[in-house]
């Protein structure tokens, strides 16, 4: 039996791992689940996977978890270093889906147990690259990518000819405005930010997509995961998001990994390897769907992927300012208080104002983590959240 940790298992991807985890419970022992707040999710994820652990991030939500579990013979425990310390249970699968820079040290502490760290969360490592990839050495502990263009890629790196890789593709569906001009850009609704053409996903990643912020964090991400230099990470608009990744080989090869717009896929190929797992996701039907189209990212509508390609290239505390920044930016946004445009707009204000700045410990990450969160939030005139 393998062991497994679901972080931020009442979100969209914590959602669809418990799915797979409840369809193979013979296979896996399931340890601790974290939720943030939603406790009735919690609670019915712990029962139906006899889970022996459940933790709420939220303090305030302990007695009702208490409650919902009365009886059940599963631990209940609440607040955020109750998280860390559940994280750090010994298990040999953990998934890492709690969103933004506050999964970050629950990461570290789940690393530290030396097993395999399914990484869906992309904000920790584009905050804290070195801090998470020294700690995942120094705990010999195995980094999967869940991430679908990332996975895609890994998967598509299974040969292991890496000295041979010309460069590397992580598609984009363009997201909802991928038609639109500036000028219309500028009165979107939060409704409208919120349909994703493919993806079923938690509401900060859905509005990064909009914005292409979610390609430009991935972009950081994959040159972390697969050490490639920020010119070797290539994005290519890709609507029907069916193509998730291709490598790029020295011969003129592309391998490409292919499958529906459906998590389970990555998460099932975490969970599985080195082997492989059945999921009951739908089979695509290329016959049926007939075409698929490619196309340049035009970079002038959509600047995120600029700005991070920027923040890639300065490294030090940059990568983490432009991710803390869009995380209040993109809050602000979903709360009505600012327009769309703004987003970028903010963080670049806020990359420029903060410049280049060591960020070597975790401590110095945190430090300007918080720093540009301020900032953001003076330039906007919201609060921190
Ligand atoms: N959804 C997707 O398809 C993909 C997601 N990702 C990445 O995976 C991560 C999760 O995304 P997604 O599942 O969509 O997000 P959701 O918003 O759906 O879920 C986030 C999860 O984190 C929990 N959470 C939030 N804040 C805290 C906190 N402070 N402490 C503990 N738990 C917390 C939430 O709890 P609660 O809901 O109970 O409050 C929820 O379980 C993100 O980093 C995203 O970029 C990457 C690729 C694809
Ligand atoms: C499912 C997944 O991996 C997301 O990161 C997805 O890629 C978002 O869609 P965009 O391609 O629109 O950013
Ligand atoms: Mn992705």
Same mark, same amino acid.
């Given at each position: 039996m393998k062991t497994v940790t679901v972080l931020g298992s009442t979100g969209s991807i914590g959602c669809s791992t418990v799915n797979l985890l409840e369809q193979a419970l013979d296979q896996f022992q399931v340890k601790v689940l974290?939720?943030?707040?939603?406790?009735?999710?919690?609670? =019915?994820? /712990?029962?139906s996977l006899r889970a022996e652990h459940a933790v709420i991030a939220d303090e305030s939500q302990y007695d009702k978890l208490k409650t919902l579990l009365s009886g059940m013979g599963i631990k209940v425990s609440a607040g955020r270093s /109750?998280?860390?310390? /559940? %994280?750090?249970?010994? &298990?040999?699968? +953990? !998934? %890492?889906?709690? +969103?933004?820079?506050?999964?970050?040290?629950?990461?570290?502490?789940a690393v530290k147990n030396g097993g395999t760290i399914a990484l869906a969360n992309k904000e920790a490592l584009v905050c804290a690259g070195d801090v998470m990839l020294k700690a995942l050495k120094k705990a010999n502990a195995l980094l999967l990518p869940v991430d679908s263009e990332h996975n895609a890629v890994f998967q598509a790196m299974a040969d292991k000819q890496i000295d041979q890789i010309k460069h590397i593709t992580l598609t984009a569906?363009?997201?909802?405005?991928?038609?639109?001009?500036?000028? =219309?850009?500028?009165? &979107? +609704?939060?409704?409208?930010a919120l349909k994703h053409p493919t993806w079923t996903m938690g509401a900060k990643i859905t509005i990064d997509s909009a914005t292409m912020f979610n390609k430009g964090l991935e972009i950081i991400e994959a040159s972390r995961i697969f050490s490639l230099p920020e010119d070797k990470i290539k994005v290519l608009v890709h609507p029907q998001s069916v193509v998730h990744g291709m490598v790029h080989y020295t011969d003129g090869s592309f391998v490409a990994q292919l499958?529906?717009?459906? !998590?389970?896929?990555?998460?099932?190929? +975490?969970?599985?390897?080195?082997?492989r797992m059945a999921t009951n996701v739908s089979e695509l039907d290329l016959a049926q769907l007939a075409l698929l189209n490619f196309e340049a990212p035009d970079? =002038?509508?959509?600047?995120? !992927?600029? *700005?991070?390609?920027?923040? *890639?290239r300065q490294g030090g505390c940059v990568p983490a300012v432009l991710s803390a920044a869009n995380e209040i930016a993109v809050d602000a946004f979903l709360k009505g208080?600012?327009?769309? *445009? =703004?987003?970028a707009g903010v963080v670049e204000k806020v990359m420029g104002q903060i410049g280049t700045q060591p960020a070597e410990t975790l401590e110095e990450v945190l430090f300007w983590d918080k720093r540009a969160r301020e900032l953001t939030q003076e330039h906007l005139g919201v609060e921190v959240t």
């Amino acid at each position: 039996m393998k062991t497994v940790t679901v972080l931020g298992s009442t979100g969209s991807i914590g959602c669809s791992t418990v799915n797979l985890l409840e369809q193979a419970l013979d296979q896996f022992q399931v340890k601790v689940l974290v939720g943030g707040s939603n406790v009735e999710k919690l609670a =019915e994820q /712990a029962i139906s996977l006899r889970a022996e652990h459940a933790v709420i991030a939220d303090e305030s939500q302990y007695d009702k978890l208490k409650t919902l579990l009365s009886g059940m013979g599963i631990k209940v425990s609440a607040g955020r270093s /109750a998280v860390i310390e /559940a %994280a750090h249970i010994k &298990v040999d699968w +953990t !998934m %890492a889906a709690i +969103t933004g820079a506050a999964g970050l040290e629950p990461i570290l502490s789940a690393v530290k147990n030396g097993g395999t760290i399914a990484l869906a969360n992309k904000e920790a490592l584009v905050c804290a690259g070195d801090v998470m990839l020294k700690a995942l050495k120094k705990a010999n502990a195995l980094l999967l990518p869940v991430d679908s263009e990332h996975n895609a890629v890994f998967q598509a790196m299974a040969d292991k000819q890496i000295d041979q890789i010309k460069h590397i593709t992580l598609t984009a569906s363009g997201g909802p405005f991928r038609q639109m001009s500036l000028k =219309e850009m500028k009165t &979107v +609704t939060v409704t409208a930010a919120l349909k994703h053409p493919t993806w079923t996903m938690g509401a900060k990643i859905t509005i990064d997509s909009a914005t292409m912020f979610n390609k430009g964090l991935e972009i950081i991400e994959a040159s972390r995961i697969f050490s490639l230099p920020e010119d070797k990470i290539k994005v290519l608009v890709h609507p029907q998001s069916v193509v998730h990744g291709m490598v790029h080989y020295t011969d003129g090869s592309f391998v490409a990994q292919l499958g529906s717009a459906d !998590m389970r896929i990555p998460i099932a190929h +975490t969970l599985a390897w080195p082997k492989r797992m059945a999921t009951n996701v739908s089979e695509l039907d290329l016959a049926q769907l007939a075409l698929l189209n490619f196309e340049a990212p035009d970079e =002038e509508r959509f600047p995120a !992927m600029c *700005l991070a390609r920027e923040a *890639l290239r300065q490294g030090g505390c940059v990568p983490a300012v432009l991710s803390a920044a869009n995380e209040i930016a993109v809050d602000a946004f979903l709360k009505g208080r600012i327009g769309f *445009l =703004e987003i970028a707009g903010v963080v670049e204000k806020v990359m420029g104002q903060i410049g280049t700045q060591p960020a070597e410990t975790l401590e110095e990450v945190l430090f300007w983590d918080k720093r540009a969160r301020e900032l953001t939030q003076e330039h906007l005139g919201v609060e921190v959240t």
